[in-house]
């Protein structure tokens, strides 16, 4: 009886290895790999922007037969803040990058400096807000974007002779100024749909004459205003439209079944998918026997 259960033993021990070699082996796939494609600037967008402005006012005063006698000149600084809408076009994937945009902005920008002509009188200037409408030429590096924009730019402006002693205002005058701008700036896009960029700009709104005006109605003296305004502001954009991934491929991968035995051929298989930033999320197979199998994935 003893004999008997020892040969079985020994007899399911040969029999289960040979069971096992006849299981196919799981089979191999290569590690997926995938060529980013180029990020796409193209599209309407809308955001916010913030920074610093420094205006430089020079002022004359008529006098005789028509001349101008210089009051002096003086910096003015201060916030900016508002918000810009626009539209950009990158055709056929190349690095250049053609838009259009218009800005409008909040400011206080205020300076003054006593007159040269009469130290009794300060001459006061605020810049209360401006609009900026450009055209854009960019050089994209995937998802960086350098640009030079250039166009119209229109300032709401007052200004304003006080007392030196106490402040009183003696003639003012209010207006809205057009001129040119010129600027250049440089983006990143972070998202596909959302980007921040660093810009610098620089109007020039020249020279302009001017009446003020005293408290009853009175004109208080004929000027000449001449006025340049740098611009430094951090943007926030959002632009519509485009695929939502934040990074874009073909998935590339291979795989072939398990050991190759020499009386069979192993299918090999070629995995075509988009690939975001969470991983694969559709994917196509394609099998070197004419198969195609079609399914989705996600890391």
Same mark, same amino acid.
């Given at each position: *009886?003893?004999?008997?259960? %020892? ?8 029999? %289960? #290895?040979?069971?096992? &070699? ?9 590690? &997926?790999?995938?060529? #980013? ?26 006098? #005789? ?30 690095? *250049? %990058? ?20 009469? #130290? ?17 030429? =960019?050089?994209?590096?995937d998802n960086v974007l350098f640009y030079v924009k250039g166009g119209a730019a229109v300032t709401s402006d007052r200004y304003e002779d006080v007392t030196t002693a106490g402040g009183a205002v003696l003639g003012s005058v209010s207006q809205t100024r057009w001129g ?24 020039? *709104?020249?020279?302009?004459? %001017?009446?003020?005006?005293?408290? =009853? ?8 205003l001449t006025r340049d305004v740098d611009l430094f502001t951090v943007r926030v954009n959002y632009k519509f439209g485009g695929p939502g991934f934040a990074r874009f491929g073909v998935h590339l991968a291979s795989s072939r079944c398990g050991r190759p035995r020499p ?27 004419? =198969? ?8």
């Amino acid at each position: *009886m003893k004999v008997i259960i %020892v040969g079985a033993i020994l007899g399911f021990g040969f029999i %289960v #290895p040979s069971l096992a &070699a006849d299981v196919p082996a799981r089979p191999y796939s290569a590690p &997926a790999s995938y060529a #980013p494609l180029q990020y796409d600037w193209t599209g309407l967008y809308v955001g916010a922007n913030g920074g610093y402005g420094r205006v430089q006012d020079c002022l004359r005063v008529s006098g #005789p037969f028509d001349a101008f006698f210089e009051e002096g000149c003086h910096n003015a600084g201060g916030g900016v803040a508002g918000g810009q809408v626009g539209y950009r076009w990158q055709f056929g994937g190349v690095p *250049m %990058v053609w838009g259009l945009e218009a800005q409008g902005d909040w400011a206080s920008l205020s300076g003054s400096h006593v007159s040269f002509l009469d #130290p009794d009188i300060t001459n006061r200037t605020k810049l209360q807000g401006l609009g900026l409408f450009t055209g854009q030429f =960019g050089y994209a590096l995937d998802n960086v974007l350098f640009y030079v924009k250039g166009g119209a730019a229109v300032t709401s402006d007052r200004y304003e002779d006080v007392t030196t002693a106490g402040g009183a205002v003696l003639g003012s005058v209010s207006q809205t100024r057009w001129g040119g701008t010129a600027g250049a700036g440089v983006e990143y896009g972070f998202t596909p749909n959302w980007t921040a960029a660093f810009e610098y700009d620089r109007l020039f *709104m020249g020279s302009k004459n %001017v009446t003020y005006i005293g408290p =009853g109605g009175i004109a208080f003296a004929d000027k000449q205003l001449t006025r340049d305004v740098d611009l430094f502001t951090v943007r926030v954009n959002y632009k519509f439209g485009g695929p939502g991934f934040a990074r874009f491929g073909v998935h590339l991968a291979s795989s072939r079944c398990g050991r190759p035995r020499p009386t069979k051929t192993c299918p090999r298989h070629v995995r075509l998918g988009i690939i975001s930033e969470f991983g694969v999320v559709c994917s196509i197979a394609f099998s070197s026997r004419g =198969g195609c199998t079609a399914g989705s994935a996600a890391r």
